[in-house]
């Protein structure tokens, strides 16, 4: 009950409007005294209420005396939502378009909190015609593969670098980042990165940690966004390299320069290191 009164409330109910269409798809048709007794909300208001949802179109009255009120059917009346929603921002869409000056094509925007950087992640995906590269975790990929599938389906190409030591159903090309223990991935990012570049035109660059301190900016800026593409690719590549050549080739490289040792660490803990020594052991 208490999800259904919250699921409303997004869609602009107020919480006393959302109990008492509950309320009313479960018992009807009652009088206002009787819906006051089943929601616990005082008479006077409750009729209120009533009034305003009858003019939202989400309740019927008998029209007889004593009046009682029947809920209109759900699927009705979240179709008339929708239709009239839909209606509202195609409205202000067109009053928008004259009134908004064209953005720059070289845009640095920046996002804060985990549900904006995904929000932001969907709509680079659904803009996407020709190629997306991308480099995420599991739990990000499991999220985004809706919209993921949806792209593929347009005939756009996927190219996923995943952080990831489980293998799971893939969109497009995967490519498992399995050279480097993941803690040592996110301890040395201090997050678990997201990177998305959708037809060399868009990126977003972000890290993932609490919803409170979740970040990402998002770019047209064409130097960023080819850094951002040549990364993954890169990271790609190495993949390539370590499946035809093996681990250990790659690992004499940068473990017998003490210089490009430090980058790669980055001033990483010594517990870190721990990890990354136990993990080396281990294959």
């Not at 269409?21 to 005082?42: A, D, E």
């Not at 067109?94 to 920046?110: D, F, N, P, T």
């Not at 929000?119 to 599991?138: C, F, G, K, M, V």
Request: hydrophobic share 40%; net charge negative; charged share 25%.
């Amino acid at each position: 009950m208490q999800k259904c009164i919250e699921h409303l409330q997004s869609l602009g109910f107020s919480r006393n409007e959302a109990k008492v269409y509950l309320s009313l798809l479960r018992f009807y048709p009652v009088t206002g005294y009787q819906l006051s007794k089943q929601t616990g909300i005082r008479r006077s208001v409750v009729y209120d209420v009533l009034h305003r949802l009858i003019e939202q179109g989400a309740v019927y009255t008998n029209g007889e005396e004593p009046l009682k009120y029947v809920p209109v059917p759900y699927e009705k009346f979240l179709k008339t939502m929708e239709v009239n929603f839909l209606r509202s921002v195609d409205s202000v869409k067109k009053r928008l378009e004259q009134l908004y000056s064209a953005v720059s094509l070289e845009y640095i925007y920046h996002i804060k909190g985990g549900k904006n950087v995904f929000n932001e992640s969907y709509h680079l995906i659904d803009q996407a015609e020709r190629e997306i590269l991308l480099e995420l975790w599991l739990a990000q990929y499991e999220t985004l593969k809706p919209a993921l599938c949806n792209a593929e389906k347009r005939g756009v190409k996927i190219f996923t670098m995943l952080f990831s030591s489980v293998k799971t159903e893939e969109v497009g090309q995967v490519f498992y980042h399995d050279y480097m223990p993941l803690e040592i991935v996110e301890t040395r990012l201090k997050g678990r990165h997201t990177i998305i570049v959708r037809d060399n035109k868009e990126a977003l660059i972000g890290n993932i940690l609490q919803e409170d301190t979740s970040w990402a900016v998002t770019t047209a800026d064409q130097a960023l966004v080819m850094v951002a593409r040549e990364y993954i690719i890169h990271d790609i590549m190495i993949d390539l390299l370590i499946e035809k050549f093996g681990r250990e080739k790659l690992e004499q490289i940068w473990l017998s320069n003490p210089d490009i040792h430090s980058i790669v660490l980055d001033r990483l803990s010594t517990a870190a290191g721990s990890i990354f020594k136990t993990g080396q052991e281990e294959s």
